[in-house]
């Protein structure tokens, strides 16, 4: 029964991740709360539906283990640790009343508060901690499960309702937290399952996220590497002429075209290398749903990525044992090149838009063979997972250096001193990485306040270290917006890296610009051939 409601939780939780992923803060399009957690507690899934003789041990220890390697981000490193704690709780008990339940919610939050650094209240830590403290409150009185379950689940919605007071960035956006709001549809698909409600119990193994590696001539051959699909709910007519315009336009841009159009929806299908630019063109005639872009060269090779991997691994055993090796999370094939340069021994492509698992980060440093290795997650939606995999790592030394962007990564692996020790690099990346700022430059999708900024969707947004920095209209017009509220009397360094949806003369024409308003300041530009991002700036 326990088993059988876990299984339910995760469905559940599957159902309405995309509802999940709209209630991020940041009206950006790589909002993935609901993905990350979706993805933890579905690999723990794949593993308690594979198991054959199921007892408490072994369902314990299938949902902690399965969750803790699967975890993405920071909402599915919490929800493992939940689990984690709960699962410890539980696994000695042949039976499971409510005072059980409740001990085992309890030891679930303890468990998750110790993980993360700086707890903050009004996310998915408030609410377990509201319905662990509610468990405890009713269960002695509890002998009916059924009440005891529709309780909790009734208190943990009303913390739920008061995140955006505790938060003031909700409020504000007018949303309630996004990592609460999973693990409530957790606890409401466990209560289905509970009921006996009917439910799919079908489970895949997520996929990890894919691993870089030189890409082949055979790769290069096709042409446009993004299928691209979404779905259009029309806010506007949609004449015969604005569809054959819209067609021109996708062909314009890439092949394998499909468009299909009724009164209230238009789907889409498109090979194309500028995903953003179809996006933003789609966004032109109303709201997107069912949004979903793979990279084909990715998908077509995954075959080869494996066998890949095989060889890299036993060619890491067959080579000394270095002293010292780096891992970065990284995105577009610019800025793989940059942390190649600079002595990366191996990248894990994900950073933003998919944030890799604990699972991906272990497979990393098992290729990796030195006896000390840095790993720099780039994001700060991928710190907790790379910290948990460094607690699981017991042959190797991992140091992680918690860089939440890009251009932070590259300054602290530009740091790296071989003479000195791994104490002291250590010190001297954490101190090189604070000079770092950063502004990253997309498009909004949906409309919202944030900073007291209106934004519309569609607008162009500069967003930095701790804010919205700039909105408005014209990319080049709010990256230059944006640097203005970065730089100050302390700047030397600016750098600009222009992503997938961005050409070369546009990037070469926004650093001319930026060469004369800022004479003193050196100016540098990059490909980074990032996705969703038209330019990543830093200044140092």
């Known amino acids: 029964m326990l088993g059988r409601m876990f299984l339910s939780g995760a469905k559940n939780l599957e159902a309405k991740k995309e509802w999940i992923n709209e209630l991020n803060v940041f009206p950006v399009p790589d909002g993935d709360t609901g993905t990350n957690m979706t993805l933890t507690i579905m690999a723990a899934a794949s593993e308690v539906s594979a198991l054959s003789d199921s007892t408490m041990k072994t369902l314990a220890k299938a949902i902690s283990s399965g969750s803790l390697r699967g975890a993405r981000g920071n909402s599915g490193v919490i929800l493992s640790q939940l689990l984690r704690g709960f699962t410890k709780s539980i696994e000695h008990h042949e039976q499971v009343d409510a005072m059980a339940f409740a001990r085992a919610f309890e030891k679930g939050v303890e468990t998750a508060y110790k993980a993360v650094m700086k707890p903050k209240e009004g996310t998915i830590l408030t609410v377990a901690k509201g319905a662990a403290v509610k468990a405890l409150e009713i269960a002695e009185d509890s002998e009916n499960l059924e009440t005891f379950f529709a309780d909790v689940i009734a208190e943990a919605e009303e913390v739920l309702s008061r995140t955006p007071e505790m938060l003031p960035v909700l409020k504000e956006a007018g949303v309630v937290d996004s990592g609460g709001q999973g693990l409530l549809e957790v606890l409401k698909g466990a209560f289905d399952g509970y009921l006996g409600k009917e439910i799919d119990m079908n489970f895949e193994k997520p996929a990890h996220a894919v691993m870089s590696k030189p890409m082949s001539a055979e790769e290069s051959d096709i042409k446009f590497g993004y299928c691209t699909e979404f779905i259009i709910m029309l806010e506007k007519e949609f004449s015969e002429k604005e569809e054959r315009a819209f067609k021109e336009y996708l062909l314009s841009i890439g092949d394998s075209l499909v468009v299909v159009a009724d009164d209230e929806i238009v789907k889409v299908h498109v090979h194309t290398n500028a995903p953003g630019d179809a996006i933003q063109r789609a966004l032109t005639y109303g709201q997107l749903s069912n949004m979903k872009i793979d990279n084909m060269r990715l998908e077509h090779h995954e075959r080869l990525i494996k066998d890949a991997e095989k060889v890299a691994a036993q060619q890491a055993k067959a080579e000394p044992e270095k002293e010292v090796g780096f891992i970065s999370v990284s995105v577009g094939d610019g800025m793989g090149e940059i942390f190649r340069e600079l002595g990366a021994d191996y990248l894990i492509e994900g ?166 308003l800022y004479p003193d300041f050196d100016v540098e530009i990059n490909q980074g051939g990032q996705p969703i991002y038209y330019y990543v700036v830093s200044v140092e």
């Open 351 to 516: 950073g933003q838009t998919m944030n890799p698992s604990t699972e991906d980060v272990l497979q990393a440093i098992s290729h990796v063979n030195a006896k000390n290795i840095f790993i720099f997650p780039n994001n700060k939606n991928i710190i907790l997972a790379a910290n948990q995999a460094r607690d699981l790592t017991e042959d190797k030394n991992i140091i992680v250096i918690p860089t939440k962007t890009i251009p932070q990564g590259i300054t602290a692996l530009i740091s790296y001193v071989p003479d000195k020790t791994v104490e002291q690099n250590t010190e001297e990346m954490l101190e090189a990485m604070t000079h770092v700022k950063t502004g990253q430059v997309t498009y909004a999708v949906r409309d919202t306040k944030i900073d007291d900024k209106e934004i519309r969707q569609g607008d162009i947004m500069g967003i930095g270290d701790k804010g919205i920095l700039a909105v408005g209209q014209g990319i080049e017009d709010i990256t230059v917006e944006t640097l203005k509220e970065m730089v100050d009397e302390d700047t030397e360094i600016i750098s600009i890296y222009y992503g997938a949806d961005v050409t070369e003369e546009d990037a070469e024409q926004l650093c001319e610009r930026l060469e004369e």
